[in-house]
């Protein structure tokens, strides 16, 4: 494994982290088993980063449980997220990180995020509320460690946050197609420059860069070295750049911590020549004339009121665009549940609900509107009222 200096903490981290985001099971439900065997192989294979959050369903306490059992608390670094919409008072503080506590079975935490910051506003609201004063306490009692903030905003915000407080580390989403996008470059740069540690999360764009890359493109990256996958060129591509201390990826399949513990051993920064960061750039252009909405597949947007899975929806309407219609339909019959729970995307009744939980800053209603005239035409419709007839 290699590791790169947080020169904030002294700490060497593992450059590959684990996002406990997406941990086996459903979102409802985390398959306990599969996610011990997951966490502990990449703990055994030198990850020492873990990362989740208090409103990733069961996550903390999952993580929590596995840590406890095996006895490894003290062999990695936990990062979780103070959920800011729930933070009214200052006693709500308190109250939220002391729950976070008892699910992870820990008494501090490594690295504590203020999750999901956009605009400086957000920040300026804690303040009111003296987060300042009680993150001291915190570190004063070493039940903090570190503190940072995760980020999903425009890039001018993203600046004038970093300026506002003396912050150890921050998180942007960053990957080769997103590199004028929210924070981009121009941010990561600049909170390097200010000696801001720097992570990174949605890496492979929420599996669009694997799974949902355009067949030229494909073809670019498959011709350029066939032996490795498109995983390698998002993760080595990152790792390439000494700015960046530490990549976060959702894995949740002990397959996949091989896979991506393998690139990051031979993923020293300044690993890629000219000629492979111009492959890049071409599918990078490949795959930005395609993708139509930067949905990341979070699932924050969810539960919807009305059923409908917003994300693989999402993820079906772009697929119509980066490799077929034919094949975006499919997908959305099958993986979205259009057949399965004989739900329509034409059942939305525009309440805005998913709108306020999105990190992206969606229009999810009036994407809604675009994605199902393009992925329910007149003849799926016509089979899906004989689907409903049926299932009642």
């Given at each position: 494994?290699q590791?790169?200096?947080?020169?904030?903490?002294?700490?060497?981290?593992?450059?590959?982290?684990?996002?406990?985001m997406?941990?086996?099971g459903?979102?409802?439900?985390?398959?306990?088993?599969?996610?011990?065997?997951?966490?502990?192989?990449a703990?055994?294979?030198?990850?020492?980063?873990?990362?989740?959050a208090?409103?990733?369903p069961?996550?903390e306490?999952?993580?929590?449980?596995v840590?406890?059992?095996?006895?490894?608390?003290?062999k990695?670094?936990i990062a979780?997220?103070?959920?800011?919409?729930?933070?009214?008072?200052?006693?709500?503080f308190?109250?939220?990180?002391?729950?976070?506590?008892?699910r992870?079975?820990?008494?501090?935490?490594?690295?504590?995020?203020?999750?999901?910051?956009?605009?400086?506003s957000?920040?300026?609201?804690l303040c009111q509320?003296n987060?300042?004063t009680w993150?001291?306490?915190?570190?004063?009692?070493g039940?903090i460690?570190?503190?940072?903030?995760?980020?999903?905003?425009?890039r001018g915000e993203?600046?004038?946050l970093?300026?506002?407080y003396?912050?150890?580390f921050?998180?942007?989403?960053?990957?080769?197609?997103?590199?004028?996008?929210?924070?981009?470059?121009?941010?990561?740069?600049y909170?390097?420059?200010?000696?801001?540690?720097?992570?990174?999360?949605?890496?492979?764009?929420g599996?669009?860069l694997?799974k949902?890359?355009?067949?030229?493109?494909?073809?670019?990256l498959?011709?350029?070295?066939?032996?490795?996958?498109p995983v390698?060129w998002?993760l080595?591509?990152?790792w390439?750049?000494?700015?960046?201390?530490?990549?976060?990826?959702?894995?949740?399949?002990?397959?996949?911590?091989?896979?991506?513990?393998a690139?990051a051993?031979?993923?020293?920064s300044?690993?890629m020549?000219p000629?492979?960061?111009?492959?890049?750039?071409?599918?990078?252009h490949?795959?930005?004339?395609s993708?139509?909405i930067?949905?990341t597949?979070?699932n924050y947007?969810l539960?919807?009121?009305?059923?409908i899975?917003?994300p693989?929806?999402?993820?079906?309407y772009?697929?119509?665009?980066?490799i077929?219609?034919?094949?975006?339909?499919q997908?959305?019959a099958?993986?979205?549940g259009?057949?399965?729970?004989?739900?329509?995307?034409?059942?939305?009744?525009?309440?805005?609900?998913?709108?306020k939980?999105?990190?992206?800053?969606?229009?999810i209603?009036?994407?809604?509107?675009t994605v199902?005239?393009?992925?329910e035409p007149?003849?799926?419709r016509?089979?899906?009222?004989?689907?409903?007839?049926?299932?009642?």
């Amino acid at each position: 494994m290699q590791y790169r200096l947080d020169k904030k903490s002294g700490n060497q981290l593992s450059t590959l982290g684990m996002g406990c985001m997406r941990l086996p099971g459903t979102i409802a439900r985390i398959d306990q088993n599969k996610a011990e065997e997951v966490i502990l192989e990449a703990i055994h294979q030198g990850v020492n980063f873990f990362d989740t959050a208090y409103i990733y369903p069961g996550s903390e306490v999952a993580l929590g449980n596995v840590l406890d059992k095996n006895k490894v608390r003290d062999k990695i670094f936990i990062a979780t997220k103070l959920p800011l919409f729930k933070c009214n008072r200052y006693e709500d503080f308190d109250k939220l990180f002391n729950e976070q506590l008892k699910r992870l079975k820990t008494n501090y935490i490594d690295y504590y995020f203020m999750h999901n910051i956009s605009k400086l506003s957000d920040w300026e609201r804690l303040c009111q509320l003296n987060i300042k004063t009680w993150i001291q306490e915190k570190k004063d009692s070493g039940q903090i460690k570190q503190v940072g903030f995760s980020f999903h905003g425009v890039r001018g915000e993203f600046l004038k946050l970093i300026d506002a407080y003396d912050w150890d580390f921050c998180m942007i989403q960053y990957n080769y197609v997103n590199t004028h996008y929210q924070a981009g470059i121009e941010g990561l740069q600049y909170a390097h420059k200010k000696g801001i540690t720097v992570f990174i999360m949605e890496p492979l764009l929420g599996g669009q860069l694997v799974k949902g890359l355009p067949k030229p493109a494909a073809r670019l990256l498959k011709k350029e070295n066939p032996e490795v996958s498109p995983v390698f060129w998002a993760l080595r591509w990152l790792w390439n750049q000494p700015e960046i201390t530490l990549v976060l990826s959702g894995m949740n399949h002990v397959n996949q911590v091989n896979e991506n513990v393998a690139i990051a051993k031979s993923s020293p920064s300044g690993c890629m020549t000219p000629g492979e960061l111009a492959v890049i750039d071409q599918v990078a252009h490949i795959f930005s004339t395609s993708y139509k909405i930067p949905c990341t597949g979070c699932n924050y947007c969810l539960p919807c009121p009305k059923q409908i899975n917003i994300p693989d929806s999402f993820m079906a309407y772009n697929t119509s665009y980066t490799i077929s219609r034919f094949a975006g339909i499919q997908l959305y019959a099958t993986t979205s549940g259009g057949f399965k729970s004989a739900y329509s995307l034409y059942d939305c009744t525009a309440c805005g609900k998913c709108e306020k939980h999105c990190p992206q800053h969606i229009s999810i209603v009036e994407k809604i509107k675009t994605v199902r005239k393009r992925m329910e035409p007149f003849w799926y419709r016509g089979i899906l009222k004989i689907m409903r007839t049926l299932m009642k």
